[in-house]
C-alpha cells in the first residue's frame, strides 16, 4: 500500500491546534527537522527533509494513518484506541504500528458524578445516562465490569456541562489536573483508560526514502526524549565522603571523579543521571561536605 499523500516525502498528521500541537511541532524540531510553519495552511513542508506535516484536527489522525494517507501520527492513545474500537465494531480496517509512546499529552478518561449524587460502585450507574466523546471505550469498560443498561450521550465537546444542562447523569471525559471537574462540580470516581501521545504508523510497507528518512528519525526520538529525562550532576566532594555522595546521587552508577589543581581534598563528581534530583537530595549532599552543586538539563543524547 503506498496511497500517502506524496510517494518520496514522508507525511506526518498532527494536531493542528490544542493540546498536542506545540509538543509534537518541538518534538521535531527537536529531533533536527525543520519546518516553515503558517499558521492557517494544512500542510507544511520541512525546509531540511523531505517531510510534510499534516495539520488536522486530532480525530481525524487515526483515519488517516489507517487509511494510509499519511505515513506517520503524533495522536493521543485516548482517540487512537475510540478510533480503533469504532472501526472494528462498523468492520472497516484498523491497522497501524505503535512505534514509541511519547512524553506528553499525559492524561486520563474518568466517569465522574455531581458532587451530590450517591455513587458506591460502578454499579451505581446502572440506568443512568453519562455523556462522553468516547463512547466505545466507555461501553467496553462497563461490559467488563458488567454493568449493563447504562445509556451514552455522545457529545464532541463541554461534556462537563452536561449533568448541569439535565443531558445526562455523569461524564466520562479527559481529566489531567481535575481543575476542569472541580469548576464543574464534579468527583472523579473511575479511571477507565491512561493516555499519552503516540507515534503510529500506517499499514504497508513504505519506500526505501521514507524507511530511511524513519530510521534516521527514530533513534533521533529515543536521544531526545532520554535526554529530556537526564539531567547533568556537577558537584565538588570531600574525598573522604565520596562512597556516601556517589550512594545518595540518583542513577549514578558510573560517575567521572576529577581531581582539582587546587587541593588534594576534594575531586569533582560528574554523572549523569536519568532521575530527578531532589532538593532534599541535594541538601543532603551539602550537609556532607559538596560544594558547587549544578544541576544542567541535556539537549541531546546519542549511546
Ligand atoms: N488536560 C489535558 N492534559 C493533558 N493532555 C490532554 C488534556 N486534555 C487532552 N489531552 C490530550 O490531548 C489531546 C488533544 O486535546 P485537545 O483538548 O486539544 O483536543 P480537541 O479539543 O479534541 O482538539 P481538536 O480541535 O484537534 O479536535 C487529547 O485527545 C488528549 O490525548
Ligand atoms: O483536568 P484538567 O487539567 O482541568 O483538564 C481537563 C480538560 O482538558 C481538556 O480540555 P481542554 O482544556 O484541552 O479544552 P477543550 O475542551 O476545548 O478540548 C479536557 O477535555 C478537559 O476538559
Ligand atoms: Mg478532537
Not at 510517494?7 to 493542528?16: D, E, F, G, N, P
Not at 492513545?77 to 499525559?106: C, I, M, S
Not at 540518583?250 to 534530583?277: C, F, N, Y
Amino acid at each position: 500500500m503506498e496511497s500517502s499523500l506524496s510517494s518520496s516525502r514522508l507525511t506526518i498528521a498532527i494536531q493542528k491546534s490544542g493540546r498536542l500541537s506545540r509538543e509534537s511541532i518541538d518534538l521535531l524540531k527537536a529531533c533536527g527537522f525543520k519546518f516553515s510553519l503558517h499558521e492557517s495552511r494544512l500542510l507544511a513542508h520541512s525546509t531540511s527533509h523531505p517531510v510534510d506535516l499534516l495539520r488536522v484536527r486530532d480525530d481525524d489522525i487515526p483515519g488517516l494513518v489507517m487509511d494510509g494517507v499519511v505515513d506517520l501520527g503524533l495522536v493521543g492513545e485516548n482517540v487512537l484506541e475510540e478510533a480503533r474500537l469504532e472501526r472494528l465494531a462498523t468492520d472497516f480496517p484498523a491497522v497501524f504500528t505503535k512505534l514509541r509512546n511519547l512524553d506528553f499529552g499525559q492524561c486520563r478518561l474518568s466517569i465522574a458524578v455531581p458532587k451530590e449524587a450517591s455513587y458506591d460502585t460502578l454499579q451505581s450507574l446502572e440506568g443512568k445516562r453519562i455523556a462522553t466523546t468516547y463512547p466505545h471505550l466507555l461501553q467496553r469498560y462497563l461490559k467488563n465490569a458488567g454493568v449493563k443498561n447504562v445509556s451514552t450521550a455522545m457529545l464532541t465537546g463541554s461534556v462537563e456541562v452536561a449533568p448541569r444542562a439535565g443531558l445526562a447523569d455523569a461524564i466520562c471525559d479527559l481529566v489531567s489536573t481535575g481543575a476542569t471537574l472541580e469548576a464543574n462540580g464534579l468527583v472523579e470516581k473511575d479511571v477507565i483508560f491512561r493516555s499519552q501521545a503516540q507515534l503510529i504508523q500506517r499499514p504497508g510497507e513504505l519506500s526505501s526514502e521514507k524507511q530511511a528518512l524513519l530510521d534516521q528519525l527514530l533513534p533521533r526520538l529515543d536521544g531526545v526524549q532520554l535526554a529530556r529525562e537526564s539531567k547533568y550532576i556537577m558537584l565538588h566532594a570531600p574525598k573522604a565522603m565520596l562512597e556516601r555522595v556517589v550512594d545518595l546521587l540518583p542513577g549514578a552508577e558510573q560517575p567521572t571523579i576529577l581531581p582539582l589543581s587546587h587541593t588534594d581534598e576534594t575531586v569533582a563528581v560528574h554523572v549523569v543521571s536519568t532521575e530527578k534530583l531532589f532538593w532534599e537530595t541535594m541538601e543532603e549532599l551539602k550537609a556532607l561536605g559538596c560544594s558547587s552543586i549544578l544541576v544542567l538539563p541535556i539537549e541531546k543524547m546519542m549511546g
